[in-house]
T-cell receptor, first 111, second 117 residues
Framework: TQLLEQSPQFLSIQEGENLTVYCNSS?????LQWYRQEPGEGPVLLVT?????EVKKLKRLTFQFGDARKDSSLHITAAQPGDTGLYLC???????????FGKGTKLSVKP | ETGVTQSPTHLIKTRGQQVTLRCSSQ?????VSWYQQALGQGPQFIFQ???????GRGNFPPRFSGLQFPNYSSELNVNALELDDSALYLC????????????????FGPGTRLTVL
């Protein structure tokens, strides 16, 4: 059973389109992080959200943490080919030291 | 500021062999976590080291073991390699105030690609 469900698993869009990636769980997380990973490389941290209902923006990327801290979304406005990659959400449970990862959303943005 | 580094980049081993992977944590960080990422999957937590002691372990058998050194660098050792151990092994460093409290903004290295034949 996957603790963190990400959807969609694959997404192929044209440059300029908007998209939203979802990360859902039945568990409550103390914090949630979004990463972007290129093939053969380690994940790169994009943002950390901690407070329920929190919204953070990073240029064209908007991240939201659900009010109950069980889910999160990543919205990209006017996607560009440079946004192509694997987007991973990862949650921290209570005081545990590890992160629980979703399977990721593989995004392809075509010029 | 020096980021997280891992060595080697790639490694090919045969079944039954043993392997040691190395990680240097980011400057100022005291905690290292190891993850295994199979093809098409998200990373899976192996274990974490804080102040040279194991501070949490995922669902991995005892043949996966580790060490953390006084300079906070770390090693992951895998004995009796199996074909399913083929994966990208990721090291992440973070800063924790105590062993039980994890804000957990973790920064990852580039990974070691292990292939078991």
């Amino acid at each position: 059973t996957q603790l963190l469900e990400q959807s969609p698993q694959f997404l192929s869009i044209q440059e300029g389109e908007n998209l939203t990636v979802y990360c859902n769980s039945s568990s409550v997380f103390s914090s949630l992080q979004w990463y972007r990973q290129e093939p053969g490389e380690g994940p790169v941290l994009l943002v950390t959200v901690v407070t329920g209902g929190e919204v953070k923006k990073l240029k064209r990327l908007t991240f939201q943490f659900g009010d109950a801290r069980k889910d999160s979304s990543l919205h990209i406005t006017a996607a560009q080919p440079g946004d192509t990659g694997l987007y991973l959400c990862a949650g921290a449970l209570g005081s545990q030291g590890n992160l629980i990862f979703g399977k990721g959303t593989k995004l392809s943005v075509k010029p | 500021e020096t980021g997280v580094t891992q060595s080697p980049t790639h490694l090919i081993k045969t079944r039954g062999q043993q392997v040691t992977l190395r990680c240097s944590s980011q400057s100022g960080h005291n905690t290292v976590s190891w993850y295994q990422q199979a093809l098409g999957q998200g990373p899976q937590f192996i274990f974490q080291y804080y102040r040279e002691e194991e501070n949490g372990r995922g669902n991995f058998p005892p043949r996966f073991s580790g060490l953390q050194f006084p300079n906070y660098s770390s090693e992951l050792n895998v004995n009796a390699l199996e074909l399913d151990d083929s994966a990208l092994y990721l090291c992440a460093s973070s800063f924790q105030i105590t062993s039980g409290r994890a804000y957990n903004e973790q920064f990852f290295g580039p990974g070691t690609r292990l292939t078991v034949l």
